[in-house]
C-alpha cells in the first residue's frame, strides 16, 4: 500500500475535520466559538469535567409550603485550579405556558475575585444555552444544537471555588431549574489526584 495515498489527507490536528462541517465550512463567522475547544483538544494537556449545578431536590424552586417565591439558590463548586471554563448549558421547565422559565445566573470566582460571565447577575438565555431552537413546527419537541461556547479564556484561579447563584424568575411553583458547567482542567500530579464536587 502507497503511505503516500493514505497520508495525504491526515489532519494536522486531531480538530481539523471541524472545518469539514457544513455548520462551519459554510458560515465562517461560526468557526470561533469553537476556537477555544479546539485549542484545549490539540493541546492534549486536559482532560473534561462536566459540573451540573443544583442536583437532588435543590433544582426544584419555590417548592409547595414553602415561603419562597422567586427562590434564590446559591452554592460553591470545588474545581482544580487553573481549570478553563468552556461552555454552559441550562435547563428549566414550568408550565405548559410557560415551559422554559425565566432565571438569572451569577457565576463568581472566588480566588479571581471576578465574575466569569460579563455581568454580575445575567439572564441565562444571554449567557447559557438550552440546546433548543424556537418556532420549530410542531412546536414542543427540543432540538440540540449545542452548548453556549465561551469565546474568551476563563480561568479558576486557586483555591478553585466558583459561587454560582440561580435566582428564578418565574414565581412558578415546583419550577425546575438547572445549569451545567463543561470545564478543561489541566493534566498534572495534583489535578489527576482531585475529585469533584464539593457543593454546598
Same mark, same amino acid.
Given at each position: ?12 490536528? &486531531?480538530?481539523?475535520?471541524?472545518? %469539514? &462541517?457544513?455548520?462551519?465550512?459554510? !458560515?465562517? #463567522? ?6 477555544? !475547544? ?24 419555590? +417548592? ?5 417565591? #422567586? ?26 405556558? +410557560? ?10 470566582? =472566588?480566588?479571581? =475575585?471576578?465574575?466569569?460571565?460579563? =455581568? ?10 438550552? +440546546? ?19 469565546? !474568551?479564556? =476563563? ?13 428564578? &424568575? !418565574?414565581?412558578?411553583? #415546583? ?7 463543561? %470545564?478543561?482542567?489541566?493534566? #498534572? ?12
Amino acid at each position: 500500500m502507497d503511505a503516500n495515498i493514505v497520508d495525504r489527507d491526515t489532519p494536522e490536528n &486531531l480538530s481539523d475535520y471541524l472545518n %469539514l &462541517l457544513p455548520g462551519y465550512d459554510c !458560515s465562517w #463567522n461560526q468557526d470561533v466559538l469553537l476556537d477555544i !475547544s479546539r485549542e484545549v483538544w490539540d493541546a492534549d494537556a486536559y482532560y473534561w469535567i462536566g459540573v451540573p449545578f443544583p442536583t437532588g431536590p435543590d433544582i426544584f424552586f419555590n +417548592q409547595p409550603g414553602s415561603a419562597y417565591i #422567586n427562590q434564590t439558590f446559591a452554592g460553591d463548586l470545588q474545581i482544580p485550579p487553573f481549570s478553563l471554563l468552556t461552555s454552559i448549558t441550562a435547563y428549566s421547565r414550568g408550565t405548559v405556558d +410557560q415551559p422554559n422559565a425565566p432565571f438569572k445566573l451569577r457565576v463568581y470566582d =472566588k480566588g479571581g =475575585k471576578v465574575d466569569m460571565i460579563h =455581568k454580575q447577575f445575567s439572564l441565562v438565555d444571554n449567557v447559557a444555552s438550552r +440546546q433548543e431552537i424556537a418556532g420549530i413546527n410542531p412546536p414542543g419537541p427540543d432540538q440540540p444544537f449545542g452548548p453556549y461556547l465561551l469565546t !474568551s479564556p =476563563k480561568f479558576i484561579m486557586p483555591p478553585g471555588i466558583l459561587h454560582v447563584e440561580i435566582t428564578d &424568575l !418565574s414565581g412558578i411553583v #415546583n419550577v425546575m431549574i438547572q445549569v451545567f458547567f463543561a %470545564l478543561a482542567v489541566p493534566i #498534572n500530579a495534583q489535578s489527576t489526584g482531585n475529585k469533584l464536587i464539593d457543593e454546598g
